[in-house]
């Protein structure tokens, strides 16, 4: 087993993003430098696809007022160890965590060697070897390459090594951005052995959805998808994130806060999702609540805002940038477990809920307004928008 010692950034490059749809910036803290503005990092027409990823250039990013502002740059892969009580180090050896995602991206092994080494960990060469990537059908012939979703798939990997730099990542690419080829890439992820498997777009919520569903239940496979953008996201939530069987990732800020036991401190994220399935029922492992008998997302959380963003390296944004938004939740969420290892039968979601205590509990935030309602706003125990917690350590996964 490798040790690693994970190594801090200490600038990043600021280089002109092209090819990128802008969004909304978000408001920086009171007496802050503003973040890198936030873009969709999808193409202008993503067809079926729902666009979830914000991708932007380098450079310093606020933090709320009072936090500490040691190290105030994108959060690395150690932050991003620190703040979770990831015992990356030791864990994770021998386990695939699967990355799915539309289109070739020719340059995912490139970008991803260049993220291990500047975070301090070991290549994926002939002595290590961690990183694959196959078509939906398991081969070697990619699909057509798309740069325009080519983050997608780098910055998965990259985030998901950051919770385990041990495991083995495959990359399985998708014909194209359509549920029923997510559903087939998701499948061969499954039947290559990965512990965890993340699509890193969702498609919204739709009659006949159900079709697909079983594609998104594997035993011993746990699958992780974004939970989607805002509190009822339009009145319809997200497939895959809302199939009962699927962990749905919302979004929190995070942030350094010395005068926390952790050491950090996280709140709900203003654009994260949350809210009941039009089609989907509650599985029997989550709390009946605002949503009756239908199922409610989230399932867990991590960080995901775009003022708390995280490090990526890619070479669609001329080198290193930061990227945001629930895919990036779910891809840190996928390498936990795939860092826990489980072999269970038991499903990932029931595990999960009845292990809660291993999670930071978020207690603070809101995506919407619902009354203080903890369909949208952050209470004890669950709540729509961070589900039960965040990571605090592998016990829950």
Known sequence: MRIHRMTTLGGVVAMLLTALTPLTSFAPAASAAAPPAANAACPEDPGQATCLLRAAIGGDRPLPNGADTTGGGPLTAKDLQEAYRLPADWLGGGQIVAIVSPYDNVAAEDELAEYRKVNGMPPCDADFPCFRKVNQRGGDTPPAPSPAWSLHSTIGLEVAAAACPNCKLLLVQADDESLASM????????AQGATAVVPMWGVAEHEGQGAQAAHFDHARTAVVAPSGMGFNSGGRQTVPAAYPSVIAAGGTQLYRDPATARGWNESVWRDTA?????YELRPAWQPRGACGTRRTVADVSA??????????YSSHLGGWGTAAGTPVAAAFIAGVYGLAGTDSAIPAGKRLYAASRYLNDVTAGSNGACG???????????????????PNGTGAF
């Open 183 to 190: 559903a087939a890439a998701v499948d061969q992820a499954a």
């Open 274 to 278: 949350s809210g009941c399935s039009m």
């Open 303 to 312: 960080v995901a805002s775009a003022d708390t963003p995280v490090q990526v």
């Open 372 to 390: 203080g309602g903890g369909i949208c706003t952050a209470v004890r125990g669950y709540d729509g928008p961070s589900g039960m917690g965040t």
